[in-house]
């Protein structure tokens, strides 16, 4: 019984907080709104079971093909975005730029987009594609004798994936920047010595060494992607029409705009069994419980 | 030479490399950094401009300098027909909300990650799964149901609830990324601080934390900037009025479409990114940093 | 502080036991050098020790009592690792005063003793820097003062002097060996460097895989290996061996190499009794061949490699097939290929079992006792 | 002695009531009237002889609507709701049926409610029970640019009596239709027509124009009038097809309406009274910067929308704003006796004239100051022509897809035959068994 | 390749150059070792050679190129790391590989070459370990792997042996010495085994504090000591000092220590022309001390310390007020305390001067040929 205590004194305190914080605030609404996805609860409030009828009502939604469509797009380029260039920004601005002071100015100059307030990034975005002549875009244009274009209308995922790619890559440069100013001098050393490129050095060293935060970014960038609709609802609020709407827009216009929370509900359920299989995939890709190690102190 | 299984060498030839050559890899890095932060840049300073002119010619020119946008600095602005709380009190609040927060964040995290990184215990693959797999719950369908977890505990309307909430919904994140840091740290030093009469406590923060200062500096930031920008859950579940915060404010200015006053915003939100900004520097200045070095690492 | 490890096991995947079965018992105040081929487990029994590692069974005592669940930080050890293990963060007179500020010595009287064991190991002018800016030897010094700083009741040095120089190390090795007798700490030292561990330890374990080959103060070690394996391991340069065969012809028994017969009887074996003949090993130290021709037993054969090391010449010189190490004084003009005349007494002369590896030499029985 | 002593300090110090209102947005009027009505209240109270002070507590939310809406709910359930709720008319649907409210039948007979415009309680009826207490109306006049007007040599007469003319019915749709193809052809405006660039009642209103229904109060269902419907989105296509309308309007910024509008780059803009308040706040003239009302005056005339047909009756669209009282309150006497005490036309009056709205009394509409306004006093009469939007809580739904559809047919993605279709199949997918379709 | 390094400085701070204007050639082929105290710039000197850092002022050149500005990776070297920085994500054959990867050796060959190496370091079966799980022995052995994997042209080994088993260390030597001769691979040396640089080196050069004190082959440095400086650093056990006076009567000159007067012209000295009597220190290996009373020199003292070291004792001798360290034979027995008398021949004794530590003796003017 002591050593039993014993054992556990010292992980349950390291991990109480942070087991009892989740529990309450995350784990128990998770149930909650499982529950509710098999209600009708709506701007009254009130929890009426009424079966499978939301998961029929989405699957019959007849702009469905089209959410799910933008959603994988969105997925996947802004992932794309996030995690490459992000990781690339880190390896430049702290292998390249050999100098502390000026990593950090381009850091910090990345870094802007995301303090920045969403409406006022989305703002800077909408003067970006500003659809008349004096956009950036299209001032460019005019430069070579080009009509203007309504690039939001146009090409509306593409200015999505941008504005949050370029969000997102800033997350990723923390948080790799931080990663690589871990790793010990020496090992650069070594590999300079044994003949190693740049390149080698890249992908031999820091790679490898930042393969956790690697891993963590993508998982966790996934999953915030597919849940994430603040810059679409500020930049395109889904549209024209539903060229850009995607599951968790669909999920919010649901449960906020129309109050049927039971119908939302059901819709992240959804995008939850979505991320789940998605995630298990990665688990397994990465093999993540390999970089679980044991402890060394026994 | 031509003895026991070596094969025969290729003598390199060294040539006299100019230093340009060398630099090569060096100017690609800052050209790519250069290009691809350009347009930031140029957005940015548009936004700085148009918070000091009373107009922009083009959208882009300034014409006319004036600081009547800043002028909520020093007084109570109108907006909307409407006087706008002092800017100050925001501030406070923001900050007040923004630094527990990040300071309740950083302390779960980090024991939570060292716990997740370091001690062995059954059940530790599924926490970091379950945690995972909560984040693809997207937010806002949880908020229903966190509110009624909130008005069962008596905490809807209080400040101090949002606070838990937002922690408990960031901190797998920030356990996620410390976990990672917390794996590069060798193992010996952690040893040797136990020998020098440390509990597994002590050598936890009084070792192995200064070594993660890297990992501290990224989720401090990440936490701190999400507390600053925090909007939705402090308008979900505050009513009172008296928990205006800069996110708020601002919200104020934009909450009628017919009614912005582009200038004021652009200042507005120079004036609230500058705290993150000075933020941002001051963390990465003080924690990037690394002390790692010296020694055989096991 | 007596310390008694029985029945240590310590394996790290569920295939084979790095540490087997270990019984190992250092008196109080005993000064114990662990020797051993590279990863035969002497870092890892050491990290048992100071309770890093838990023992897959078997007990750890210290005086009498079972510390297997006693925390490091409550067994009183400083400890030098052979990785150093510095706080990377800390100024290396941080680093020295950590130990005492973990036993809440005021502030002021911490950072005068710990600059006091800075000077002792001659870092007095680096007190500033962080562990990153120092030089590999200069780290390990460091290491050094952190563990005796706070006058634990048991030592554990793994390989504390490795990258010193020889002057440095010399001087060290006085520092440790006063402190450790004026204090009475019990210390365990893994070293390999062997005069290292015969100078300074009471008595020397020597380990093998995980096990415990001999446990003996250091001449005895020397001069009885209890097998081959001993035999070979300890003294530099290491013990010669040619191979022979023992037999026994009218109650008189010697060994034959090559042409050369050795008899054996009364001056080495107690008696043998084998009425086959039998393989055997025949060690005789470097040190103990000379040059000459009136010994016991004469060896003969040619030179085929000199190397000069200052104060005398090592020789490699090939009998029959196999090759033998001798010193010759530096004065002495040898010439590659020329034929050389060695002897030994027949004291120097070690036997081996060339099967079970055991010593077949008679010792007299001669129990150590520690004072 | 005792119970005289406490009686005593009674007398000194009055039990506060506290009464909690709540509005969004700018028009803290709304709230603020409460307060004045307060006094007055206290007043009676102390003339009465009750030792009972009535605080109200204001509160003004910003944020959009649903906001609005959604933050009621979840403080309603956690019991901090207000007890004073001003909210648009069309909320009274859920929030009756979600028992967030009391009704408030007897206010309809009280003497400050007895000139109420007569259509106007319509507003406030759900299930054949009042639910709140109209607070304000505003109309939606269609805007037109007398500049452009002269432009294609119109005179000042024919310009000022054009509104008339569209009251009697003489001037249709298409004549506004036509009229805004040859301001363009013509070259005196950039556009014909401009409408709200997002989601909102106004659209409606050509449905009501049209002659459909979009609601059914007796079975309190969603009604799919797809005659109507498919004239409402045929205007919209037409008018974008003959590109009287900026190309992508529906994505364009609210500010840069305004500035088209201001400019005089359109003939015609579906605007709203309060537009006039608006551009005297922003910057939105290339010029002149801010304009106030008299120059709006000067350039700008208002007029209903005109009728679908000749002879047909043009119309408004309006949307009353109400006063509901949560189901929880401690005081419903206190406050609907406060409710009543708003009404006062002097109260109306003041509201009216500071956030451009219209009061809902014609003792308001009588008040002075009121009458004294340039603009409210000419757009006085239209609340006599005026629809509403149904108080079902399925209609935003309804409204959203609509206005997908006017979208998609705008753009061209689709025409409106197809719309139509589509928009069928949305609404039946959306509302189920809360619609109602008229072939 | 032939390595030269011309006025070398390298400063980590602005308040001091740790290296200074450091002059120092290699010939291709050539082994030679760096000697020198702890923290005097070996390592950072040999960092500079790999173009980890760069010179503050001075050059590098490699085969008469200068090569300041080429980096790291171009320079085919082969390194062991004083920490030896091994790559934690890899595993030992990863690890050994990585050179080999870094030169586009097909997969199949890259890993057949480096389990050959990882064979050679005994390190067979350890092959899929990450470093972690490995002893501080086994560690060093896959940095020595990984730096000869490649056949470098230049190999720069920063203690590589330091914490081996004497056996596995004489092993891994003569590995080492084998590649090294094979391949013809210009070899630079930092260690502190003495007896290491002087099997292995065909020249060794001595550091302190930044400078070059003295270059030369072995034996040279061993008994032709420049300075003070080399004579104490190097031999182990140091040599023994005795400070005296040197001065002339009648064109003779002699030295006095204590009552001992030994004369010196001639044999030691070409010509004191000093006229004035001179503080000197006298050095004398203790290996050059004999206990016979028959030599050029006798010394007198009497025994303080007897340490017994296998093949030998080690003694203290007290002379004087000073004391000496000399070896005898482990049969014969000692008495502390006792009187002792020790001879060593003249031409053994150093002799320096007490201020500037310069070497007094007179030396056939030598050039070692390196072949
Ligand atoms: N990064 C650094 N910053 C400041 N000083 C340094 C740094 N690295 C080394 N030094 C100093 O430079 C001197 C030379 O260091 P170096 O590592 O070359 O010594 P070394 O000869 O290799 O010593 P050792 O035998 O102990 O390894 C030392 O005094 C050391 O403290
Ligand atoms: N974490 C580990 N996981 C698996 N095996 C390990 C681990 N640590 C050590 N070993 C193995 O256990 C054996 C003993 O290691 P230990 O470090 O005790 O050796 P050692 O005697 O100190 O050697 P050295 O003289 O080289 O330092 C080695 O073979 C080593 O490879
Ligand atoms: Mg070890
Ligand atoms: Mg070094």
């Known amino acids: 019984m002591g050593t039993v205590l014993k054992r556990w004194k010292f992980p349950a305190i390291m991990l109480g907080p942070f087991v009892i914080l989740i529990f309450l605030f995350f784990f128990l609404p998770v149930i909650l709104i499982a529950i509710i996805a098999f209600t009708n609860m709506d701007s009254a409030m009130n929890w009426t079971f009424n079966g499978l009828t939301n998961f029929h009502k989405l699957v019959t939604d007849p702009n469905i093909v089209q959410i799910i469509k933008n959603t994988v797009l969105y997925l996947g380029f802004t992932l794309l975005i996030n995690v490459g260039f992000g990781l690339a920004l880190g390896i430049l601005t702290t292998y390249f730029v050999q100098k502390e002071s000026v990593g950090l100015v381009f850091r910090t100059i990345w870094m802007l987009p995301r303090i920045s307030p969403p409406v006022v990034y989305a703002l800077l975005w909408l003067w970006f594609f500003d659809p008349s002549a004096y956009g950036v875009l299209n001032s460019l244009r005019a430069l070579v004798h080009m009509s203007p274009v309504d690039w939001l209308t146009t090409h509306p995922m593409t200015a999505i994936i941008l504005a949050n790619g370029v969000i997102g890559a800033s997350y990723g440069m923390i948080i790799f920047s931080s990663a690589i100013k871990s790793i010990p001098r020496d090992l650069f050393q070594a590999a300079m010595v044994d003949g190693a490129s740049h390149w080698a050095i890249i992908r031999d060293i820091i790679v490898p060494a930042v393969r956790w935060p690697l891993m963590f970014v993508t998982l966790w960038q996934f999953l915030s992607l597919l849940t994430s609709y603040e810059y679409i609802l500020l930049l395109t609020k889904g549209g024209p029409l539903f060229d850009s709407e995607v599951l968790a827009l669909y999920s919010f216009h649901s449960a906020f705009k129309n109050f049927e929370f039971g119908y939302g509900a059901a819709v992240s359920l959804v995008l939850v069994i979505v991320a789940l299989l998605f995630s298990f995939v990665m688990w397994k890709f990465f093999r993540m419980e390999k970089m679980l190690g044991s402890s060394k102190i026994e | 030479m031509e003895a026991t299984g070596y094969q025969k060498l290729t003598i390199p030839t060294i040539h006299p490399v100019s230093k340009w050559k060398k630099r090569i890899p060096y100017l690609v890095a800052y050209g790519i950094l250069g290009i691809t932060t350009l347009p930031i840049i140029l957005m940015y300073v548009w936004l700085l401009l148009s918070s000091f002119s009373k107009k922009m010619k083009f959208g882009f020119i300034p014409t006319s300098f004036t600081l009547e946008n800043w002028s909520f600095l020093w007084s109570n602005v109108e907006h909307g027909g409407s006087e706008l709380p002092s800017i100050w009190t925001a501030t406070w609040n923001s900050f007040v909300f923004a630094g527990s927060l990040t300071i309740l964040e950083v302390i779960i995290g980090i024991m939570a990650g060292y716990a997740l990184a370091r001690i062995e215990f059954t059940g530790r693959q599924t926490i970091m799964k379950m945690t995972l797999l909560l984040h693809a719950f997207p937010s806002v369908a949880l908020l229903i149901a966190v509110f009624y977890i909130l008005n069962f505990m008596g905490l809807f309307d209080s400040i101090w609830g949002v606070v838990l909430v937002k922690t408990a919904l960031q901190i797998p994140m920030t356990a996620w990324i410390v976990k990672g840091f917390f794996d590069d740290v060798p193992w010996d030093v952690e040893w040797a601080g136990m020998i020098d009469g440390c509990s597994r406590f002590q050598v936890w923060y009084t070792i192995v934390i200064p070594l993660i200062k890297p990992g501290i500096a990224a989720i401090s930031i990440f936490s701190f900037l999400s507390g600053w920008s925090e909007f939705l859950l402090l308008y979900t579940f505050t009513v009172s009025d008296n928990n205006v915060t800069l996110a708020s404010y601002l919200q104020k200015l934009i909450s009628d479409p017919n009614m912005i006053n582009y200038g004021l915003l652009s200042a507005v939100s120079l004036f609230y990114m500058l705290p993150v900004l000075v933020f941002f520097i001051f963390t990465q200045k003080s924690l990037m940093q690394v002390s790692a070095g010296g020694g055989k690492r096991v | 502080m007596k310390i008694e490890l029985r029945n240590l096991t310590k394996s790290f995947n569920n295939k084979s036991n790095t540490i087997n079965n270990l019984n190992l018992t250092i008196e109080d105040g005993e000064f114990v050098a662990l020797l051993g081929p590279s990863g035969c487990g002497k870092s890892t029994t050491m990290l048992m020790i100071a309770g890093i590692y838990k023992p897959n069974s078997g007990e750890v005592y210290f005086d009498g009592q079972i510390v297997n669940d006693l925390e490091p930080k409550d067994r009183n050890i400083g400890m030098v690792f052979q990785s150093y293990a510095l706080y990377p963060h800390m100024t290396v007179l941080d680093n020295i005063a950590f130990p005492l500020k973990q036993q809440k010595v005021a502030k002021e009287e911490r950072y005068e003793q710990a600059k006091q064991t800075a000077e002792m190991v001659q870092l007095g002018h680096l007190l500033d820097r962080k562990p990153g800016q120092l030089s590999g030897g200069q780290q390990q010094r460091v290491a050094l003062a952190r563990a005796i700083v706070k006058k634990p009741k048991v030592l554990l040095l793994d390989e504390p002097l490795s990258n010193l120089d020889a002057r440095l190390?010399?001087?060290?090795?006085?520092?440790?060996?006063?402190?450790?007798?004026?204090?009475?700490?019990?210390?365990?030292?893994?070293?390999?460097?062997?005069?290292?561990?015969?100078?300074?330890?009471?008595?020397?374990?020597?380990?093998?895989?995980?096990?415990?080959?001999?446990?003996?103060?250091?001449?005895?070690?020397?001069?009885?290996?209890?097998?081959?394996?001993?035999?070979?391991?300890?003294?530099?340069?290491?013990?010669?061996?040619?191979?022979?065969?023992?037999?026994?012809?009218?109650?008189?028994?010697?060994?034959?190499?090559?042409?050369?017969?050795?008899?054996?009887?009364?001056?080495?074996?107690?008696?043998?009794?084998?009425?086959?003949?039998?393989?055997?090993?025949?060690?005789?130290?470097?040190?103990?061949?000379?040059?000459?021709?009136?010994?016991?037993?004469?060896?003969?054969?040619?030179?085929?490699?000199?190397?000069?090391?200052?104060?005398?010449?090592?020789?490699?010189?090939?009998?029959?097939?196999?090759?033998?190490?001798?010193?010759?004084?530096?004065?002495?003009?040898?010439?590659?290929?020329?034929?050389?005349?060695?002897?030994?007494?027949?004291?120097?002369?070690?036997?081996?079992?060339?099967?079970?590896?055991?010593?077949?030499?008679?010792?007299?029985?001669?129990?150590?006792?520690?004072? | 002695t005792n119970g005289n002593e406490s009686a005593a300090s009674q007398a000194k110090e009055p039990e506060v009531v506290t009464i909690k209102a709540q509005t969004a947005g700018a028009e803290i009027t709304r709230v603020d009237n409460l307060v004045a009505a307060s006094e007055k209240l206290n007043k009676e109270l102390q003339d009465q002889g009750e030792n009972i002070e009535v605080k109200v507590e204001t509160n003004s939310f910003s944020g959009s609507w649903d906001d609005y809406a959604k933050q009621f709910m979840l403080a309603f359930q956690a019991k901090k709701e207000p007890d004073i709720y001003a909210t648009g008319h069309e909320n009274i649907g859920w929030l009756a049926d979600g028992h967030y409210i009391l009704s408030l039948d007897d206010l309809k007979k009280s003497k400050e409610y007895k000139d109420v415009v007569p259509t106007l309680w319509k507003a406030a009826e759900y299930k054949n029970h009042i639910w709140g207490a109209l607070q304000d109306t505003e109309a939606r006049p269609v805007f037109y640019n007398k500049d452009i007007l002269k432009k294609l040599g119109w005179s000042d007469e024919q310009i000022n009596s054009l509104p008339e003319k569209v009251k009697q019915g003489e001037f249709t749709l298409e004549d506004m239709t036509n009229l805004a193809e040859e301001a363009k052809s013509k070259g005196a405006a950039q556009f014909g027509i401009v409408h709200r660039p997002v989601e909102g009642p106004d659209f409606q209103a050509l449905a009501y124009d049209f002659g459909g229904k979009v609601y059914d109060a007796s079975a309190n269902k969603i009604v799919f009038d797809k005659k109507a419907v498919a004239k409402q989105l045929n205007y919209y296509y037409e008018i974008a097809q003959e590109q009287l309308i900026p190309d992508n309007l529906t994505s364009i910024q609210w500010d840069n309406i305004h500035k088209m509008v201001v400019n005089g780059q359109t003939l015609f803009y579906y605007g709203g009274i309060w537009n006039v308040f608006n551009w005297s706040q922003g910057n939105f003239h290339d010029q002149l910067g801010k304009v106030d009302a008299k120059w709006v005056n000067e350039h700008f005339g208002m007029m209903l929308i005109p009728a679908a047909e000749k002879g047909g009756k043009p119309l408004t669209l309006s949307h009353p704003f109400v006063y509901t009282v949560s189901a929880h309150t401690k005081h419903p006497d206190l406050v609907k006796r406060l409710l009543e005490l708003v009404a006062d036309p002097e109260l109306q009056a003041d509201h009216a004239i500071k956030t451009a709205h219209l009061p809902v009394t014609k003792s308001g509409e009588e008040n002075p100051d009121f009458k004294a306004d340039i603009t409210l006093g000419n757009v006085a009469y239209m609340s006599d022509y005026t629809t509403f939007l149904p108080n079902s809580n399925g209609f935003p739904k309804y409204s959203k897809a609509v206005f997908s559809a006017i979208q998609a047919v705008e753009l061209g993605k689709k025409k409106p035959e197809e719309a139509l279709k589509d928009l069928e199949v949305q609404l039946k997918n959306d509302l189920g068994d809360q619609l109602q379709i008229i072939e």
């Open chain 3, 169 to 371: 190390k010399i001087e060290m090795r006085e520092e440790i060996s006063r402190i450790q007798r004026e204090l009475g700490i019990t210390t365990i030292l893994v070293t390999h460097d062997q005069e290292e561990a015969m100078t300074m330890a009471h008595r020397i374990a020597v380990m093998k895989e995980g096990h415990l080959i001999q446990y003996s103060n250091p001449m005895e070690l020397y001069n009885k290996p209890k097998n081959y394996f001993v035999a070979q391991f300890v003294g530099t340069p290491p013990m010669n061996f040619l191979r022979g065969t023992l037999s026994s012809v009218d109650k008189k028994s010697n060994v034959r190499i090559n042409e050369l017969i050795i008899d054996v009887t009364d001056t080495l074996l107690d008696s043998y009794a084998g009425e086959k003949s039998q393989d055997v090993n025949v060690g005789i130290r470097p040190h103990d061949l000379k040059l000459e021709n009136d010994g016991d037993i004469c060896i003969e054969g040619t030179v085929s490699l000199i190397e000069s090391i200052g104060h005398s010449q090592m020789v490699n010189v090939k009998v029959g097939n196999e090759y033998i190490r001798c010193f010759v004084e530096p004065n002495i003009k040898l010439e590659y290929g020329s034929a050389i005349m060695l002897t030994a007494n027949i004291e120097a002369i070690h036997l081996f079992d060339a099967a079970t590896g055991e010593s077949l030499k008679k010792h007299n029985v001669e129990t150590f006792i520690y004072n």
